[in-house]
């Protein structure tokens, strides 16, 4: 999509962090955005700063792990601008921890945000958008933990898995249809952002009941916290994502440590294939 001022977006999990950065960075491009986000409060702060830098923006509460939010956000957008042409699907969540230490709880909140969120938005976006037969984009957010899985991020890791694979596949289904839509798929490393602080906006119907973490867990999660604060600001995720819009590449991955990762793991896939292959 070479010009962009005009059109329409949808952008989930917008109140804060990456979500914030590409609703600004679009605006900057001309475009409306529709910002969605669970956090009202922090949500109606950012409508307004938002608008008083001259974007032209609406809001509308959204918890996307619900269908029924993600439809009514549909209607909202059809309503307020008469179309959309981008959609990000970027709300997420996180946790750290075993992957048999964790409770069906946590299982199903990360589950319900980082996965069903997306599969809520395909389904309520895709069929408007080929209705239109305008050119159109959709961005997947997922993370480099999504292309490599890490330790005490296992759950975390599955989650993103699948939204790679959701959007593979979405890319290549689109494609054979001969559809106006171009997918990318977003894969941030370690950024600047608030999901260490993902417990702020879980349901309390899944809060676990007060346990000790182990000694190890804490260590990891202060690490983590420590690590997101170096980490790369959110208007350079936000850069990448609105290049690949552009340019139309599905793979929007932000930190080089990420190609070397993927490097080292399709490495080792290919050289256990090479020894369970041979004859």
Known sequence: ??????????????????????????????????????????????EHELAASGFEVAARKTDVSR????????????????????????????????????TLADWEWLISVNV?????????????????????????????????????????????????????????????????????VLCPAVVNTRIGESERNRPSPLRNAVHSISADIQAFDEAFRMALAAGIPPERVADALVDAIHTGHFYILTQTETETRVRARFDRILKDAAMSLAP
Request: charged share 20%; with cysteine.
């Open 1 to 46: 999509m070479n010009d962009l001022v005009g059109k329409v977006a949808v952008v989930t999990g917008a109140a804060s962090g990456i979500g914030r950065a590409i609703a600004e960075r679009l605006g900057n491009e001309g475009v409306k955005v529709v910002l969605a986000d669970i956090d009202a409060e922090t949500l109606t702060r950012t």
């Open 67 to 102: 269908v029924d939010d993600v439809e009514a956000l549909a209607r909202f957008v059809l309503d307020r601008f008469g179309a959309v042409h981008i959609l990000c699907n970027n709300a997420g969540v996180g946790i750290g921890g075993r992957l048999w230490e964790h």
């Open 116 to 184: 069903w969120s997306v599969i809520h938005g395909i389904r309520s976006f895709v069929p408007l958008m080929l209705a239109q037969g305008d050119e159109c984009h959709i961005v997947n957010t997922a993370s480099a933990a999504g292309l490599d899985a890490r330790p005490f991020l296992g759950m975390y890791s599955a989650t993103k898995y699948a939204v790679v694979a959701i959007s593979e596949a979405l890319q290549q289904e689109l494609l054979q249809s001969g559809a106006r839509i171009g997918v990318s």
